[in-house]
């Protein structure tokens, strides 16, 4: 089945929130962000702003009729600062008016002044300092203080990841209209429906039902629009609540980028010890999180960070510990991956440093080391199959790792100033919300007299398929044509309360849910099929291809006749049901528990061409064997795997998150943010899939596939580094992400520091941009 | 002020009397309501929202991609602007039944931009469609969600559909064009051109626009401009005694497919390769690359290698500078405000002259230098006679190396040399550490675009290996 949006998509058809039709008298929202990381706010002046024609209000947090307070889990969120700013683009206050340009114009209007307060940007300072969000949490199994004596070597390491831009192509906005009885309906950009609700509700001092929010689809969330869609679509309601006109605010790329939080920072020291044939015995890493301003859902990444440590491996002795670290940055937030990707990185690094010392290829010591089924994670969860072991030993038979080492071994041999690097990277990735309760979903469905269905579930469509994957489920647990049945917009006002859309579940719990009401309402008809054909035994109905038959015989009674009569007998045609993860727990005391419905795994291999005079590469090729159980849709989900992987190889390479040390964001453009493009992926993209991996809990025996595949990128970096060895084996580099043609250059020729650090030439003063 | 704008959008006339500095993506979403078109990042980055725009010559439309979120309005006087709408038929055209086949769209967000750029690519007349044809389609484009590999893979699709019949008018024939392209010409012929008096010098002047709306976005709808692009004769190309002359609005997509500069730096279209994107190619102009004075500007750093000349103009007289002493400091010109770039003379390389241009950035397409280099060199059995030699990025100004150049000039090329050269250049030059580098790393860079450079204008007297004997 094609993506059910892809036609629409492809003729510009498609609508976002700012695409709707505009309500006359529309008026357009922009922020005034903090021009300073971190201060007291000693005045805050917008009379000038109050001034251009066309603004029609300047809003701040005095403004806010219910509570200043937006924190998903801790709160320590304003919508609106008002004492003190604790990040340069904290939102301070609201301009409305006629145009976005008048808005925008507005902003340029207002001033501030501040007492300056010291500026954190590195999490270990913070941590230094206590600036500690939740609390440090620590994993442990086995005896990691007693297992050191009996490892023949131990290495210890620093590893300092960068963050990550989500440069969804859509960015930020929300349009809110007031409505009769003190409604506010919000057409929001955003994974999470009900936080947006939620908080704006408190924000406005109104109960939950009086606030509406309805999403079609969005341009690009990848958790970026998990949490942070919520200020916007509350900034959109206050100006629709103050003003009692529709107001649309719609962040530009370069506020959306200084604004809103990225992936994750970390700084993450560890110790390993092997035995010398290169089996783990023990594992300590201490992770400091750099976690923005504010909590946000920075506990919850931390919390995956370090359930994901362990990667594929086994490590009977474990201590794995890290801090949420509160630092002067936009808040970090959920990033496809979740925390995830740093705990692998950590894991990798420890385990090329093994092999390093050894002196073996690193994949001899990850596949010594590969989980096995009954293996005991690090948090007291067992791991359930062998599927790490099979897609290890398939990607690395079915690619020839024998042949693709030779290739390399010799290319390099053959040639001085390009070098070739391959990395083989595991992936086993944990799928449900790691905080139990969010894991619930429910779905509306409705059967029309003429036959037709309407859908609703929880969650959003956001590129990853889920309304195509819906419509699937649906025609499938009903039995009839997929023309039948439209997918609604995903509204407040007929699903309550759901999760966002988020950990590669949504499809895993709305399509679930979707199967529970279509069964109820299957169950109906089957009932009233008994009485009305005079045939026994509700359960022999079957439906296929919209005829109605009996023990696999038709009965001459199609779908359309079945659903007329039925109604006609007054059968209840519509059904709301719910779903909740089974068997998923966890015990946060004793840090133990099973936090995972199931692990997708898989591997892949990745080579790279790396030109050392420039320090300029090629990603060349990704090999991929990947877990995909009994896939709902390939097209949908090849295209979750690509996606993902062109995120993660961007992550450890180009994508260079940098902030100065006055906490002011310098790659805040498209011109200085660079993500993957054509020309960067790899020409060479296999995957392949793992057979007889079905999952018992997916729909339809599907599994998640939205997250897994981005960690598949990190091999690149380690592929890197083989090729910067065979350059020059004489130096040792630091495991420091991205790795930009910068530091390869950088890495590749220290003395030239040397050199010219004598010389001691002049550099002309400038600050300006140089572009 | 009110200047009439007169152009045609998809099958409908308009004419305007907005500001002509205003954005042509401001005016399609906002006042046309035509929504397909998007804003992902304003400043020509992403791609979404390309529109085509065609131009009468010779009773002939021409079409090419362009970002809208950099262009005048002003500017469409007498053109033809073409959205996703006014491609739209009845039935999916080819390129988006080719999308829509390979699942090559997710969220839907860059879509409409990417199909209006292959469609582009399609119109051009006598072009093939290759991987390579379709990947320079997409070289203006970002795609968060794909992946881009399904996006290529729409070329076996478009292979299929169009059998490379491309053009409007084999397009139109085969109906994945709708048929109101027919009309165009005739009626873009009607339309008289524009009354904006030559010559006057406003607040903005406009060529491209790629650099001066990211520069001045917010001022320009509320200031006077000058559409330079509407002067059809500052497009030229031809050649004088000794010299070619280019017209300053060339564009970079102009300037590297026309004959005569081919003929003298064979290799442009390789370099172009690592310059802007297909869109920007399109509307970035030669002569705002030099006045824009970027340090890092690689058409600029080319022509300065290849010691290029300006001719300015005023209302008075013109007058002709070297490129090498047009830079008196950083955004500090050899111009007074009331001068016009009209053309650039190149001169004609002597026959055995090789020109090699390198640019190293993050990401090697569509991303600005860290550090670029040109050199040119004329030479026998390794004896440098002439060389000219600029870089970008290590400097407050595009640099022409002069002392490493008068080092190198009579010298015999060995790695002893290249090493003294080098020690001259890094005397030259004082580059800064910003988001593009340290101030380390481009020296570095520098000194390792050199070596490269040479090793490959010199294989049989240099190698790679000599220069690391230290280590
Ligand atoms: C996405 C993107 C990618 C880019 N990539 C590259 C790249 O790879 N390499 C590169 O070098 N540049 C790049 N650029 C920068 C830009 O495209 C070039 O510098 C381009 O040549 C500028 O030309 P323009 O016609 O658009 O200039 P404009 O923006 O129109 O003008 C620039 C300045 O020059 C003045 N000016 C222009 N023409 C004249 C004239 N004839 N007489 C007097 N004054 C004049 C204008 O008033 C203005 O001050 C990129 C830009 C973008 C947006
Ligand atoms: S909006 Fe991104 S290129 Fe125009
Ligand atoms: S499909 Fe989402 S950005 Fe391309």
């Not at chain 1, 988020?502 to 009485?531: C, M, P, W, Y």
């Amino acid at each position: 089945m094609k993506n059910i949006d892809a036609a629409l998509h492809t003729r510009g058809e498609s609508e976002y929130a700012d695409d709707l039709p505009q309500p006359a008298e529309m008026l357009y929202a922009a922020v005034y962000g903090s021009p300073e990381a971190h201060g007291k706010v000693l005045k805050l002046d917008f009379s000038e702003a109050n001034k251009v024609p066309g603004v029609a209000a300047v809003l701040t947090a005095k403004d806010i009729p219910g509570e200043n307070q937006i924190g998903p889990i801790i709160q320590d969120e304003p919508l609106l600062a008002k004492e003190e700013v604790h990040f340069a683009g904290q939102p301070l206050a609201v301009v409305i008016a006629s145009s976005p340009q008048t808005a925008r114009k507005g902003v340029g209007f207002i001033t501030a002044e501040f007492e300056e307060l010291p500026i954190i940007t590195d999490p270990k300072v913070a941590y230094a300092k206590g600036e500690i969000i939740g609390t440090p949490r620590t994993l442990a199994i086995g005896d990691v203080d007693a297992a050191w004596d009996k490892c023949d070597l131990v290495v210890e390491g620093t590893c300092d990841m960068g963050g990550q831009e989500h440069v969804y192509l859509e960015t930020h906005r929300a349009r809110a209209i007031p409505l009769e009885g003190n409604v506010i309906r919000i057409h929001a950009s955003t994974q999470s429906p009900y936080a947006c609700q939620r908080a704006a509700a408190k924000i406005l001092g109104v109960r939950h039902h009086r606030i509406e929010v309805d999403v079609k689809r969005i341009g690009g969330g990848f958790g970026g629009k998990e949490d942070q869609a919520t200020p916007i679509a509350c900034m959109a309601a206050l100006g629709a609540w103050y003003t009692g006109k529709p107001v649309e605010l719609v962040l530009n790329r370069s506020e959306d980028m200084r604004m809103t939080g990225k992936r994750h920072p970390y700084i993450s020291d560890f110790k390993i010890g092997a035995t010398k044939d290169g089996k783990i015995l023990a594992f300590e890493v201490n992770h400091y999180q750099n976690s923005g301003a504010t909590a946000d859902l920075s506990t919850a990444v931390l919390e995956r960070t370090l359930y994901h440590s362990t990667n594929s491996y086994f490590i009977p002795n474990a201590r794995i510990s890290g801090a949420c670290c509160r630092t002067n940055l936009p808040s970090n937030t959920a990033f496809r991956g979740f925390g995830g990707p740093q705990g692998m990185f950590v894991i990798e690094c420890a385990l090329e440093k093994i092999a390093e010392a050894l002196n073996k290829p690193k994949e001899e010591i990850q596949q010594k080391n590969l989980l096995k089924k009954g293996d005991l994670f690090p948090f007291g969860q067992r791991f359930q199959n062998n599927h790490v072991q099979r897609a290890w030993k398939n990607t690395l038979s079915s690619y020839d790792i024998e042949g693709i080492r030779n290739r390399i071994d010799r290319f390099n041999s053959e040639h001085f100033g390009t070098k070739k690097g391959y990395a083989v990277m595991p992936v086993c990735f944990g799928i449900s919300f790691t905080t139990t309760f969010m894991n619930q979903a429910s779905a509306l469905v409705h059967v029309y007299t003429d036959g037709s269905v309407s859908v609703t579930t929880g969650g959003i469509e956001m590129g990853q398929g889920l309304s195509t994957n819906i419509v699937k489920i649906a025609t499938k647990a009903f039995g009839i044509s997929s023309e039948r049945i439209k997918l609604e917009s995903t509204n407040t006002t007929r699903i309550a309360n759901m999760s966002p859309s988020a950990a590669s579940s949504t499809t895993l719990l709305n399509g679930n849910a979707t199967v529970l009401a279509i069964k109820q309402i299957l169950s109906r008809l089957k009932s009233f099929a008994v009485e009305e054909l005079n045939l026994p035994d509700k359960d022999s109905f079957t439906i296929s291809e919209e005829k109605i038959l009996h023990n696999g015989k038709d009965t001459g009674m199609t779908w359309n006749d079945l659903v007329h009569k039925a109604y006609l007998s007054r059968i209840g045609l519509s059904a709301h049901a719910f779903f909740a993860t089974p068997d998923i727990w966890f015990d946060k005391k004793k840090e133990r528990g099973e936090p995972f419905a199931y692990h997708v795994v898989g591997t892949a291999i990745v080579e790279v061409t790396l030109d050392c005079l420039s320090g300029t590469y090629d990603i060349d090729s990704v090999k991929i064997v990947h877990d995909l159980g009994r896939p709902l849709n390939r097209r949908i989900d090849m295209g979750q795997i690509e996606g993902g992987l062109a995120q993660g190889l961007g992550w450890v390479t180009l994508e260079d998150l940098q902030y100065d040390e006055k906490g002011q964001l310098l790659s805040n453009a498209l011109a200085n943010y660079k993500v993957p493009d054509v020309y960067f992926m790899p020409d060479d993209i296999q995957v392949k899939f793992l057979t007889n991996a079905d999952s018992e809990l997916g729909p339809y025996g599907s599994k998640a596939v939205g997250e897994p595949p981005l960690m598949y990128g990190i091999g690149a970096f380690f592929a890197l580094r083989h090729a910067m060895k065979a350059f020059r084996p004489d130096l040792e580099f630091p495991p420091t992400s991205p790795l930009t043609p910068e530091r390869v250059l950088m890495s590749l020729h220290p003395e030239f520091l040397e050199e010219i650090k004598e010389l001691e030439f002049p550099s002309h003063t400038l600050t300006e941009e140089t572009v | 002020m009110s200047i009439s704008t007169q152009f045609i959008l998809n099958d409908q006339d308009i004419q305007t009397n907005f500001h002509p500095g205003i954005l042509i993506l401001d005016f399609l979403r906002q006042n046309e309501k035509l929504m397909g078109t998007k804003e992902g990042c304003r400043e020509g980055d992403c791609g979404a929202c390309t529109v085509i725009i065609g131009e009468l010559a010779n009773g002939k439309v021409t079409y090419k991609p362009v970002t809208s979120c950099l262009m005048p309005l002003g500017e469409l006087h007498g053109k033809h602007l073409v959205t996703i709408e006014g491609l739209n038929l009845p039935e999916l055209s080819p390129v988006q039944e080719a999308i829509v086949e390979e699942g090559a769209t997710q969220c839907g967000f860059c879509t409409p931009g990417i199909v209006v750029s292959l469609t582009a690519s399609l119109m051009e007349k006598g072009s093939e469609i290759s991987r390579d044809s379709v990947m320079r389609a997409l070289s203006g484009h970002l795609c968060r969600c794909t992946g881009y590999r399904s996006l290529i893979a729409s070329e076996t699709h478009l292979l299929n559909a169009v059998d490379n019949a491309t053009g409007t008018d084999a397009l139109l024939e085969k109906g994945f064009l709708p048929g109101y392209f027919r009309k165009i010409a005739e009626r873009l012929n009607k339309i008289p051109s524009s009354s904006k008096p030559d010559g006057v010098v406003e607040d903005f002047l406009i060529a491209g626009g790629t650099d001066l709306y990211i520069q001045e976005n917010k001022a320009i709808p509320d200031s006077p401009v000058t559409i330079l692009n509407l002067r059809q004769e500052l497009k030229e190309i031809t050649r004088k005694n000794g010299y070619i002359s280019v017209g300053a609005l060339t564009s970079f997509e102009e300037f590297a497919s026309h004959s005569d500069i081919l003929e003298i730096i064979p290799e442009i279209e390789e370099y172009m390769f690592l310059i802007a994107s297909w869109q920007i190619r399109n509307r970035a102009t030669i002569g705002g690359n030099i006045i824009n004075a970027s340090p890092i500007g690689d058409m600029t750093i080319l022509l300065l290698a290849m010691n290029a000349h300006l001719v300015l103009q005023n209302g008075i007289g013109t007058r002709t500078v070297p490129l090498t002493s047009f830079y008196k400091g950083y955004k500090q010109l050899d111009k007074t405000n009331s001068e016009v770039l009209t053309e650039i003379l190149i001169p004609v390389p002597a026959k055995k002259t090789r020109i090699h241009f390198d640019k190293v950035s993050k990401r090697k397409c569509l991303d600005i230098a860290s550090v670029n280099l040109a050199v040119r060199v004329e030479e026998e059995d390794g004896f440098i006679e002439e060389v000219g030699l600029a870089a970008g990025g290590i400097a407050p100004i595009p640099l022409h190396l002069k002392k490493t150049c008068s080092f190198l000039k009579g010298q015999i090329v060995s790695r002893e040399i290249m090493e003294d050269a080098i020690a001259v250049m890094q005397e030259e030059i004082s580059p800064i550490t910003d988001i593009r580098g340290s101030r380390e790393y481009k020296r570095l860079l520098a000194r390792q675009l050199v070596i490269k450079s040479f090793i490959r204008l010199f294989p049989k007297r240099l190698s790679a290996e000599e220069f690391y004997e230290k280590y």
